[in-house]
């Protein structure tokens, strides 16, 4: 495991420094607190690497006993100046891309904590220039089935969970000036889609009533990030705020109706 | 049960998103574009693709073609076809590199502009395993291989500017060139895509062809597929890598002459096709060579009579042979080297017993092995690819 952890952490380092493009890129793996009906919480992360920053966030609700709906929405933009040693015309890579997504899942107690499944989907877009606005506007969806993990007392706060996602990229606009090799990259995608893998992901945080500050990280375990320009990993940090602690019969929040 | 509304309007999604087959669109030039190059040219909507792979056997020894930048290569095969390019509009690159030639010519002289001929025997730019990985066109240093039959040019750059500049070739001045090129419509679609921009210089063209030139290349001939099955090589001198096992699909009469060729030939000619041993040799063609080759540029009389070394690829196409073109088949080339190769002072130590002019002494049998051995070294690939055929509407 660690093993793995060192090998995805060299080819993410591998990764910043050759590209900005992913085809696709895990959002923040949530894990819904939630122990009673009633509960709702938003939440909001920001990750980033060297050349890339992003925003995570979501919102979750537990409308019924044992059962809750959540949204997720993830953007990401990064942009690359390529050096170019060469001596060429060195060009601006720029990329983005957005996930937005809805799930719905029933929880119940586990062991000391908390444990949950949820199932979901949701569309997604990335638009990536490979410089001299060599575009590739590439759709994509996704459904995932989730089981997590939580544990929370007063002050703490840890979540993980296994996510098994299936990634289809239904259609695509895309400028065949892009380089021979990224374009062979984009034909694999459009063949063998759709794409189904494992995520792992989690999150620790410190509970100040109502505010909880965390760590979220998410990993793609596979070669799938290798071959066909997936981001291997997502790291950030963020907060959120349990709204069934603002106070006693508060309404509840409207962020699930849309 | 209102309540879980949330969660049917989510399972109905889920539900009515088909996990359909992938549809991605590819574009590259714009309608506009498209208009004005289907006036002129035959070119397909997306262009074709020029990357070079090489075949195992010669990665496997450290071989790797450069990359070639594919929209420039487009650009260039234009270029390339393009008779405008010449003085008196007949004569372009193809006249005197023909694509079902290897791109040599058949002619010992070709025809230049104005009736006019080249000195020398037109050069096969297929007889090589790729252009960009024998010569020296952006490497520098001991290991490049030079262009022309006298090794004169340095770059591809340089050759071409040579070719179009030429009085008995295209006979342009290099301004010529871009103010011929810049007023022909159907470039400037192909210099956005190669270069971003439309504004046509001599350095674009120049690097244009170059890409062109460096896609091409033989490497999947009958030699290349039992090569890269094959087991067995031995190094000779200066690195020549020579196959000593028999090949398995190879006929009985082929693995002799590969034998013969692996004994007498390799040792200059390279015994896995892929860059010559040896840059430049005197093969005893003449006593007195009226075209001094190598020894007329460097001024080094020790090179008087040599000429670079061409590997063999293709080799049953891209007669007559020799630099000027004196033998019109391969049986000719066959009976000089058996019994005609003459003592020059300068003669390869290769081609010498003692202080006399080796004499092969083959016989009609070895004579007919060697030839069988010759004829397993074309790509017929090559030859139909049409990625490098003639772009030009009719």
């Known amino acids: ?258 | 049960m209102k309540k879980l509304a949330p969660v049917f309007a989510l399972l109905s999604v889920i539900l009515l998103v088909p996990a359909c087959k992938s549809d991605f669109t590819y574009y590259y030039y714009t309608e506009e574009q498209t208009k004005v190059l289907n006036e002129y040219l035959d070119l397909p909507e997306l262009p074709h693709d020029y990357t070079v792979t090489f075949p195992s056997h010669l990665s496997n020894v450290g071989l790797f073609p450069r990359a070639v930048e594919r929209d420039k290569a487009v650009l260039g095969r234009v270029l390339f076809y393009d008779k405008k390019l010449s003085k008196d509009g007949t004569v372009s690159c193809a006249t005197c590199h023909k694509q079902d030639l290897a791109f040599s010519d058949d002619k010992a002289f070709s025809d230049g502009v104005y009736d006019r001929s080249t000195t020398r025997n037109s050069f096969a730019l297929g007889s090589v395993a790729n252009f960009s990985a024998y010569y020296g066109t952006d490497l520098n240093g001991s290991s490049a291989i030079r262009f022309f039959w006298d090794n004169r040019a340095e770059t591809a750059q340089d050759q071409s500017r040579g070719s179009m500049t030429n009085a008995n070739e295209m006979d342009m001045t290099m301004h010529d060139i871009t103010e011929t090129v810049a007023s022909q419509p159907y470039y400037a679609p192909l210099f956005d895509k190669a270069f971003g921009s439309t504004e046509v210089t001599e350095s674009k063209v120049l690097e244009a062809v170059a890409n062109f030139v460096n896609a091409m290349g033989s490497y999947q001939s009958k030699f290349d597929e039992q090569a890269n099955n094959s087991t067995g090589t031995f190094t000779g001198n200066f690195g020549n890598v020579v196959y000593g096992n028999a090949f398995s699909g190879f006929t009985a009469e082929e693995n002799r002459g590969k034998e013969l060729y692996n004994a007498n030939c390799s040792s200059c000619h390279s015994g896995n096709m892929g860059r010559p041993v040896l840059q430049l040799a005197n093969n005893g063609l003449e006593l007195n060579p009226t075209d001094r080759g190598v020894g007329a540029i460097t001024g080094n009389s020790n090179e008087n009579g040599s000429f670079k070394v061409p590997t063999l690829r293709n080799v049953t196409l891209t007669g007559p042979y020799m630099h000027d073109g004196r033998f019109k088949t391969l049986e000719e080339v066959i009976d000089f080297y058996s019994t005609g190769i003459q003592n020059h002072p300068n003669l390869h130590s290769s081609l010498r017993q003692g202080s006399n002019a080796k004499v092969f002494n083959f016989t009609h049998d070895q004579k007919q092995d060697l030839i069988a051995f010759l004829h397993t070294l074309t790509d017929d690939r090559l030859l139909e690819d049409k990625k490098f055929s003639d772009p030009f509407k009719q």
């Open chain 1, 1 to 258: 495991m660690i093993r793995n952890v060192l090998g995805l952490s060299a080819t993410l380092l591998l990764m910043a420094n050759s590209c900005v493009q992913y085809h696709y890129s895990p959002n923040f793996l949530q894990t819904p607190y939630h122990e009673q009906k009633g509960e709702a919480v938003v939440s909001a992360s920001v990750t980033g690497g060297p050349t890339s920053l992003g925003g995570d966030f979501s919102a979750s609700w537990s409308p019924v006993k044992n059962g809750t709906v959540m949204l997720n929405y993830y953007h990401t933009r990064s942009q690359f100046q390529d050096p170019n040693i060469f001596g060429g015309t060195s060009y601006i890579e720029r990329s983005r891309g957005y996930l937005m997504e809805a799930a719905a899942g029933g929880y119940f107690p586990l062991f000391f904590g908390t444990g949950a499944v949820y199932a979901g989907g949701g569309i997604g877009r990335t638009r990536n220039d490979y410089g001299i606005e060599r575009i590739a506007d590439i759709r994509l969806n996704r459904f995932f089935v989730q089981p997590t993990f939580t544990f929370r007392n007063n002050w703490f706060r840890l979540g993980m969970g296994l996510r098994m996602v299936m990634v289809n990229f239904p259609k695509g606009n895309i400028d065949y000036r892009i380089e021979p090799d990224d374009i062979a990259v984009i034909q694999k995608l459009e063949q063998e889609s759709p794409f189904v893998f494992p995520e792992l992901g989690g999150n620790i945080g410190v509970h100040f009533k109502p505010v909880t500050v965390m760590a979220q990280l998410v990993l793609l375990p596979t070669q799938h990030s290798v071959d066909y320009g997936f981001d291997a990993s997502n790291f950030g940090i963020g907060l959120s705020l349990d709204l069934h602690e603002l106070g006693r019969n508060k309404k509840k929040p409207s962020t699930t109706e849309d």
